[in-house]
């Protein structure tokens, strides 16, 4: 079972968020130790929200302190708690000994913000807080002290608090949004190097992928692509070589072969190693022809099909004939033009008349027929090709009989031929039974 891949957006997004995380984690103890770096004091976070929770607006539009239980917990906690609260309306409330060195800012509360006053020495009789809360008449202002505070481990909590969700939100939320964009421009070359690769055929050799198009981080990776690239290109390269060798070399055994053959004395021993020498010959030069196609950088140029149909027919009439069958020409009396080349569309045809003769049954008509539209086709009486051994045949070294004659490379030899013109070959059942080869081609407007 193939395992499903991770998002690289998704592992990055996940990273930075918490590398966001620890850095405001970090950062908050580096703050608190700063902090407390001396013997510190201030007004916890909770007194602030218990003091604000026991005020209330009378009915009268003054305020009043309703004790309940954190605040009646608070007094008895904090019995040195002082605090004086005002409202929009000037309406104010005092509770407790107010030190004498902030008397004078109460005139001026509602004008004062958020503050702090922190005292370093005890009994932290200065430790004050200014801080502002909701009220039905408007917002409240609120300055206290009397209930000082040095535990660490709260402060600690607390800028993580104030940092975390101030901090870390935003930054997740950006995270979220900007990762996924800039990965997609830092990404946007690999679109181009994905399509060169998809482009890429082992009939067209020398391709190689734009490692520039990619991150720098991203190169090493397109690189050693290309190096395999280039490494099977040379693999290719010599079984051509190879191939080419030993079909070249054949040659010549073959031919000496074939003339030693025809000194012996007729009969059907003579008649068999002839025909085992020229299935020799005809692999040989099938080999040499799939080594041309290859490397074939001939320009097409318009040729008639109707014309290249005559001369083939005329060149294998005789062998059609020896081998017990009847040979005919369909085609129209104009030209059909298409771009290819003659050579080669020769050698297809040759190729398929070939293959009536080995398999249309040793007797009956064989067809060569020309369409307007660029089609080229064969037919023969023979006993047909199953339909689920229509694709298979044009394989390398395929064959439908273990016992044919053929090597199982002509048919692989005329698709190649067809496919370099652009064009394409099919076989379906003849009118009358047997098979029909059709190479399409693409006419000359």
Same mark, same amino acid.
């Given at each position: 079972?193939?395992?499903?891949?991770?998002?690289?957006?998704?592992?990055?997004?996940?990273?930075?968020?918490?590398?966001?995380?620890?850095?405001?984690?970090?950062?908050?103890?580096?703050?608190?130790?700063?902090?407390?770096?001396?013997?510190?004091?201030?007004?916890?976070?909770?007194?602030?929200?218990?003091?604000?929770?026991?005020?209330?607006? #009378?009915?009268?539009?003054?305020?009043?302190?309703?004790?309940?239980?954190?605040?009646?917990?608070?007094?008895?906690?904090?019995?040195?708690?002082?605090?004086?609260?005002?409202?929009?309306?000037?309406?104010?409330?005092?509770?407790?000994?107010?030190?004498?060195?902030?008397?004078?800012?109460?005139? $001026?509360?509602?004008?004062?913000?958020? $503050?702090?006053?922190?005292?370093?020495?005890?009994?932290?009789?200065?430790?004050?807080?200014?801080?502002?809360?909701?009220?039905?008449?408007?917002?409240?202002?609120?300055?206290?002290?009397?209930?000082?505070?040095?535990?660490?481990?709260?402060?600690?909590?607390?800028?993580?608090?104030?940092?975390?969700?101030?901090?870390?939100?935003?930054?997740?939320?950006?995270?979220?949004?900007?990762?996924?964009?800039?990965?997609?421009?830092?990404?946007?070359?690999?679109?181009?190097?994905?399509?060169?690769?998809?482009?890429?055929?082992?009939?067209?050799?020398?391709?190689?992928?734009?490692?520039?198009?990619?991150?720098?981080?991203?190169?090493?990776?397109?690189?050693?692509? #290309? /190096?395999?690239?280039?490494?099977?290109?040379? !693999?290719?390269?010599? @079984?051509?070589?190879?191939?080419?060798?030993?079909?070249?070399?054949?040659? /010549?055994?073959?031919?000496?072969?074939?003339?030693?053959?025809?000194?012996?004395?007729? !009969?059907?021993?003579?008649?068999?190693?002839?025909?085992?020498?020229?299935?020799?010959? #005809?692999?040989?030069?099938?080999?040499?022809?799939?080594?041309?196609?290859?490397?074939?950088?001939?320009?097409?140029?318009?040729?008639?099909?109707?014309?290249?149909?005559?001369?083939?027919?005329?060149?294998?009439?005789?062998?059609?004939?020896?081998?017990?069958?009847?040979? /005919?020409?369909?085609?129209?009396?104009?030209?059909?033009?298409?771009?290819?080349? @003659?050579?080669?569309?020769?050698?297809?045809?040759?190729?398929?008349?070939?293959?009536?003769?080995?398999?249309?049954?040793?007797?009956?008509?064989?067809?060569?027929?020309?369409?307007?539209?660029?089609?080229?086709?064969? $037919?023969?009486? !023979?006993?047909?090709?199953?339909?689920?051994?229509?694709?298979?045949?044009?394989?390398?070294?395929?064959?439908? @009989?273990?016992?044919?004659?053929?090597?199982?490379?002509?048919?692989?030899?005329?698709?190649?031929?067809?496919?370099?013109?652009?064009?394409?070959?099919?076989?379906?059942?003849?009118?009358?039974?047997? /098979?029909?080869?059709?190479?399409?081609?693409?006419?000359?407007?």
């Amino acid at each position: 079972m193939i395992a499903k891949s991770k998002s690289l957006t998704k592992q990055l997004a996940l990273r930075l968020i918490i590398l966001q995380a620890l850095i405001i984690l970090v950062f908050s103890v580096v703050l608190t130790f700063t902090v407390f770096s001396g013997n510190v004091s201030y007004i916890d976070e909770p007194v602030s929200h218990t003091i604000l929770d026991a005020v209330h607006v #009378n009915q009268s539009g003054n305020l009043e302190l309703h004790a309940d239980k954190k605040m009646q917990k608070l007094l008895r906690e904090s019995p040195e708690l002082w605090f004086v609260v005002e409202d929009a309306q000037g309406h104010r409330l005092e509770h407790g000994q107010v030190p004498e060195v902030y008397r004078p800012l109460l005139p $001026s509360l509602y004008r004062l913000v958020p $503050s702090e006053i922190h005292e370093g020495i005890a009994p932290y009789d200065l430790t004050m807080r200014v801080f502002v809360g909701p009220a039905s008449t408007g917002s409240l202002r609120v300055i206290c002290g009397g209930a000082p505070s040095t535990d660490m481990i709260a402060v600690f909590f607390g800028l993580l608090y104030y940092f975390g969700w101030r901090i870390i939100l935003p930054m997740t939320l950006l995270t979220l949004i900007m990762v996924p964009w800039l990965i997609r421009r830092g990404m946007s070359g690999m679109a181009e190097v994905a399509a060169q690769a998809q482009a890429i055929d082992i009939d067209v050799q020398g391709a190689r992928l734009a490692d520039q198009a990619v991150p720098r981080e991203l190169q090493p990776l397109v690189q050693a692509f #290309n /190096a395999a690239l280039e490494r099977l290109n040379e !693999g290719y390269d010599a @079984r051509d070589r190879f191939l080419a060798g030993a079909a070249h070399e054949l040659r /010549a055994p073959i031919a000496i072969l074939e003339a030693r053959i025809e000194t012996l004395e007729s !009969g059907a021993t003579r008649t068999r190693l002839l025909a085992d020498v020229a299935r020799l010959s #005809n692999l040989a030069e099938q080999l040499l022809d799939l080594q041309r196609l290859g490397k074939q950088q001939t320009a097409f140029e318009p040729l008639d099909l109707v014309a290249l149909s005559r001369e083939v027919t005329a060149d294998v009439a005789p062998l059609v004939v020896d081998a017990g069958y009847e040979l /005919a020409l369909d085609a129209p009396e104009t030209h059909v033009m298409v771009m290819g080349d @003659r050579q080669s569309l020769s050698r297809a045809l040759t190729n398929l008349i070939q293959n009536a003769i080995a398999h249309g049954g040793g007797c009956g008509l064989i067809t060569v027929d020309v369409k307007r539209d660029g089609t080229l086709g064969v $037919s023969d009486q !023979g006993p047909g090709i199953p339909a689920e051994e229509r694709l298979r045949i044009f394989e390398p070294f395929y064959r439908l @009989r273990p016992s044919s004659m053929g090597a199982g490379l002509g048919l692989h030899l005329v698709r190649e031929i067809v496919a370099l013109h652009g064009g394409w070959i099919n076989v379906t059942e003849a009118d009358g039974g047997g /098979a029909y080869f059709r190479m399409r081609l693409t006419p000359v407007p």
